[in-house]
């Protein structure tokens, strides 16, 4: 059996090193993705979402490992793209006004119709929460800056300024969405020991 190590091969992606801004390529992925909106502070919506991501990619995970392919390989966090029609929202936290993408990156052997099969497994165990809400896509951001905060989400805005900063200084301009990659689970990790990858797409 084939074993891959995700985050491994894509290292420069998805290990960075803390208070370090660094400028890279973000090459396109196929992935799993949910767009909602609103505060997803105790919202129903985004957990269903988180829900349906997290039950999707390990059905696939072991379909792949028990199939004829016997390949193994580490499911990848979840991230999430956030925006909000006036960006004045964004910068003063009125989470209700917020619109948001969750997503989770998949191997590039990875079909649809692998995920068609995957939906209907979980379809079949579970209800469907949320399954109906979800697309299989490519996502491609190019080069991006992005760095590594730890600490609870409420307190990533000195981070993220830093990131801005270091964009300026390069002579740079930001383009898409704030881009998040939460490497603990959220809902099993202490809020101090959260590691968050902020990224931002530059033009």
Request: proline residues 6%; hydrophobic residues 40%.
């Amino acid at each position: 059996m084939l074993t891959i190590d995700l985050k491994k091969q894509w290292r420069d992606l998805y290990k960075p090193t803390a208070n370090d801004v660094r400028f890279l390529d973000v090459p396109g992925f196929h992935c799993l993705m949910v767009d909602g909106e609103g505060d997803p502070n105790g919202s129903a919506s985004f957990q269903e979402a988180i829900h349906a991501l997290y039950a999707l990619s390990y059905t696939l995970k072991f379909m792949v490992k028990r199939g004829a392919r016997k390949i193994d390989y580490s499911v990848m966090p979840l991230e999430g793209l956030w925006w909000a029609d006036d960006p004045a929202d964004f910068v003063l936290a009125r989470r209700e006004r917020w619109k948001w993408t969750l997503l989770i990156v998949q191997p590039d052997f990875i079909t649809a119709d692998d995920v068609q099969m995957a939906r209907e497994e979980v379809r079949r165990k579970k209800k469907d929460q949320g399954l109906a809400r979800v697309r299989f896509e490519s996502f491609e951001e190019g080069p991006s800056a992005q760095t590594l905060y730890t600490g609870p989400y409420a307190g990533e805005g000195p981070a993220i300024e830093r990131l801005h900063q270091a964009i300026a200084a390069a002579g740079k301009q930001p383009r898409g969405h704030h881009h998040e990659i939460y490497l603990n689970d959220m809902r099993r990790t202490a809020p101090q020991r959260l590691m968050t990858i902020l990224r931002q797409p530059v033009g």
